[in-house]
């Protein structure tokens, strides 16, 4: 369990006039993330975390005014710092994000934890926006630098639709993740379907896979 610490016991808890503590924030944090992939934002309370973190409940509401402030920091802590390729080449910025992104989605509590991020998304327009802002806008941001490169660069057509392009890879890699591909590995099949929109951003219409 990631957050299996006992912070509440602390000498250096936050109270007023005191530094809060930062195995606390670990602990509130780690259990926030638990609980989102094994209940969902809905069903998720400040109590349940508090119980998990081993903390009270005033040490969360010390920190954080509501369910959604938590929410929208504890996908912080998921996200990695999204390095922007520059290769002088679309192919190989666009390999370079995918490898990344393949390495991180592949292990059995990331496939856990995009079900219920698709899930607590469907039903929670509040979580469905934290989730955009804070895990895949910085994505999205970082596919249309490498686009506009290769636009300039005569490698794509200057009219592809860089934020549509993002929102198709990240559409495959969301349905493969959930109904895993047949006859191919999940990284053989994101990278075929990926190079069939670079094909068609080229205007390359003969290589289809």
């Known amino acids: 369990m990631l957050s299996g610490v006992s912070a509440e016991n602390e000498q250096t808890k936050s109270l007023p006039g005191r530094p809060r503590s930062s195995r ?30 081993g903390v009270s409940k005033p040490t969360i509401y010390r920190r954080y005014a509501s369910k959604e402030e938590l929410v929208a920091d504890a996908i912080e802590t998921l996200r990695q710092e999204v390095a922007v390729p520059d290769t002088g080449s679309l192919q190989t910025d666009i390999d370079s994000l995918l490898a990344e992104a393949i390495q991180m989605v592949q292990t059995p509590l ?17 979580f469905a926006r934290i989730y955009a802002t804070k895990y895949l806008m910085p994505r999205r941001e970082a596919f249309g630098t490498i686009l506009e490169r290769a636009k300039a660069r005569a490698e794509i057509r200057r009219d592809t639709d860089n934020g549509l392009f993002f929102d198709f890879v990240s559409g495959i890699m969301f349905h493969a993740l959930l109904f895993e591909p047949s006859g191919e590995a999940y990284e053989t099949y994101i990278r075929r379907a990926v190079q069939f929109l670079i094909d068609g951003a080229a205007g390359r219409r003969e290589r289809l896979g």
């Open 110 to 126: 990331a496939r856990q934890t995009m079900a219920m991020i698709i899930s607590s998304a469907t039903t929670s327009p509040q």
């Open 24 to 53: 606390a924030d670990q602990a509130i944090l780690g259990a926030a993330v638990e609980l989102l992939a094994e209940v969902g934002y809905q069903a998720m309370s400040i109590e349940a975390v508090a119980v998990r973190a």
